[in-house]
């Protein structure tokens, strides 16, 4: 049966997951890179850029889950690009000709525009519709295998909230952001639906895993 | 040289150390008792309250460092008592004729009234003061031993956002309240000043120490 996943989501200690002040330069705003280097330095992270090397521990294997079983994404417009990129008629996304997703992948948008067909197999379609409804068309064109939930904060949380994500991977790094755009809000007592797991690795940060 | 150190201070996945509606009858509101059964199963909080037992892992193992080496702890007026206990002349503290803390013990309150002694090294001293202020106070009480802050949350963040604190022994524990008071609000790059470490433990909690 067809799933709903999402993957290596980090979040500050704070529960931020994205700083303030996004733009161009700067995707994550005054969070930089700090959420995300325990990824980045991953064997499996590497690969994806077709690049060597890159640590092969538990951070690795949890990063190493992104991918296999995935027939789709759905991602929120935040995540497509910088504030604004619906007013830029040759905005592509961030990731260049050959975008990692290699899958139909989903952008939210309150202004669709028409699909790009990319390299490598990733195809952007541009939705106005609900978490439910989106998901019921990704997860059509998944062909019988998992959707992935890409991000941000926002959209993860409101798929949460309506009951639509069967595994949740969330990262706690130990930073504090004091602003930014939060996770958890409003989700009191998540935890009762799933079963939850948690692991501290030797780079500091906290693997959770909510299954159901 | 004394230090000034936080222990087994719990807050859930989405940062609330305590719920909301807090009474009497529910201490901690709508969190229950939720936040504290790893540390209530252990046996040093066992031992605390003279009963035999309790788990001897690393739960227990973290539980145990909040008496050793301490002379004074600050609590602020929300633990001392439920909304309104000053109010109650006859108000004691929730602990009993015999208080669990074995020092003195500062409470911060901006309607002071004369000190309380109890069974068992504990007196209780009321204390309009900042901060800064109290903990002089409270060091110069522990001759020479370290000040234990002791909760609730806004007096620790307050003690964290003026620097005064050395050690901060946190517990996420993976549930969401979904509201009540936050822990982390407003310390942006707080971990900039310590260094910090994680564990999960088997209990599924996560323990976190920053320490400098």
Redesign the interface.
């Known amino acids: 049966m067809s799933r709903t996943r999402v993957h290596n989501f980090s979040v500050s ?3 931020f997951a994205t700083g303030e002040g996004l733009s161009i330069e700067e995707p994550f705003g005054h969070a930089g890179h700090r959420l995300h280097e325990w990824f980045t330095t991953t064997r499996a992270f590497r690969a994806m850029q077709g690049a060597p090397g890159g640590s092969m521990g538990v951070d690795n294997a949890y990063a190493a889950q992104h991918g296999p079983g995935i027939g789709a994404e759905i991602m929120g417009a935040g995540k497509f690009g910088p504030p604004g990129w619906q007013d830029d008629d040759d905005w592509t996304g961030w990731w260049g000709p050959n975008p990692p997703f290699h899958t139909p992948t989903f952008v939210l948008t309150h202004r669709p525009r028409p699909s790009l067909e990319m390299e490598g197999g990733t195809t952007f379609h541009f939705l106005d519709a609900t978490p439910a409804d989106a998901l019921a068309t990704a997860r059509e064109a998944a062909e019988g295998q998992d959707v992935r939930i890409g991000g941000g904060p926002s959209m993860v949380r409101d798929f949460l909230a309506a009951g639509l994500i069967d595994h949740l991977h969330v990262v ?1 790094v ?6 930014g755009v939060r996770l ?8 009762q639906d799933y079963q ?5 690795t030797p780079s ?3 693997h ?1 895993t909510f299954s159901r």
Do not use: Q, Y
């Not at 939850?196 to 501290?200: F, L, N």
């Open positions: 200690l704070d529960g706690i130990p930073i504090l952001l004091g602003r958890w809000d409003g989700l009191e007592a998540l935890e939850v797991e948690s692991v501290s500091g940060v906290t959770l």
